[in-house]
T-cell receptor, first 118, second 108 residues
Framework: NAGVTQTPKFQVLKTGQSMTLQCAQD?????MYWYRQDPGMGLRLIYY???????DKGEVPNGYNVSRLNKREFSLRLESAAPSQTSVYFC?????????????????FGPGTRLLVL | LAKTTQPISMDSYEGQEVNITCSHN???????ITWYQQFPSQGPRFIIQ???TKVTNEVASLFIPADRKSSTLSLPRVSLSDTAVYYC?????????FGAGTRLTVKP
């Protein structure tokens, strides 16, 4: 059981280049998320997918697109990378614990992808 | 959206108990309170979650007063390996705001 895996671990891009960050989970979770974390700051939600076939914007979606390929995989694409997108990107997944109250889901995070845009 | 406020940093020594308090004045009736831990170069890891009163697991305790406007994460007898950033979150999966967290440094 690998949990949440991310590829690549590290990537250097030139401004204007495109790339796709891959994420997969083997815990049969319904929800998946993409965050970015800038130095010394907390995580900010980029996009999330509450279930297979659905995606929604988070706090900082501009410059990104996502695809929920199937229940296991959730990819993040940068169409035209900019230096402001230099960050560490984390993928996470969660499964609703049940009940009407919010915040019951525990998120499981991947190891992160370090992206440097020159 | 329930905004959370935590101290930016805290120092402690090995073997001491550490209490980190989080303020969340606008918490909604149905919101749970969740704490995560993050080591350098790793993704956050779930520590504990609660709704009211006290919750305890093998890692920590979470104290939540009756008005639920704050919560306190308690780490018993910390060790050097507890040096990390601790995040308090309130809300649901569609609106998880991590904030800057509390950077805990445990000294020998």
């Amino acid at each position: 059981n690998a949990g949440v895996t991310q590829t690549p671990k590290f990537q250097v891009l030139k401004t204007g280049q495109s790339m796709t960050l891959q994420c997969a989970q083997d815990m049969n979770h319904n929800s998946m998320y993409w965050y970015r974390q800038d130095p010394g700051m907390g995580l900010r939600l980029i996009y999330y997918s509450a279930s297979e076939g659905t995606t929604d914007k988070g706090e900082v979606p501009n410059g990104y697109n996502v695809s929920r390929l199937n229940k296991r995989e959730f990819s993040l694409r940068l169409e035209s990378a900019a230096p402001s997108q230099t960050s560490v990107y984390f993928c996470a997944s969660s499964s609703l614990a049940g009940g009407p109250r919010k915040g019951q889901e525990t998120q499981y995070f991947g190891p992160g992808t370090r992206l440097l845009v020159l | 959206l329930a905004k959370t406020t935590q101290p930016i940093s805290m120092d402690s020594y090995e073997g001491q108990e550490v209490n980190i308090t989080c303020s969340h004045n606008n918490i909604a009736t149905n919101d749970y309170i969740t704490w995560y831990q993050q080591f350098p170069s790793q993704g956050p890891r779930f520590i504990i979650q609660g709704y009211k009163t006290k919750v305890t697991n093998e890692v920590a305790s979470l104290f939540i007063p009756a008005d639920r406007k704050s919560s306190t994460l308690s780490l018993p007898r910390v060790s050097l390996s507890d040096t990390a950033v601790y995040y308090c979150l309130v809300g649901d999966r569609n609106d998880m705001r991590f904030g800057a967290g509390t950077r805990l440094t445990v000294k020998p």
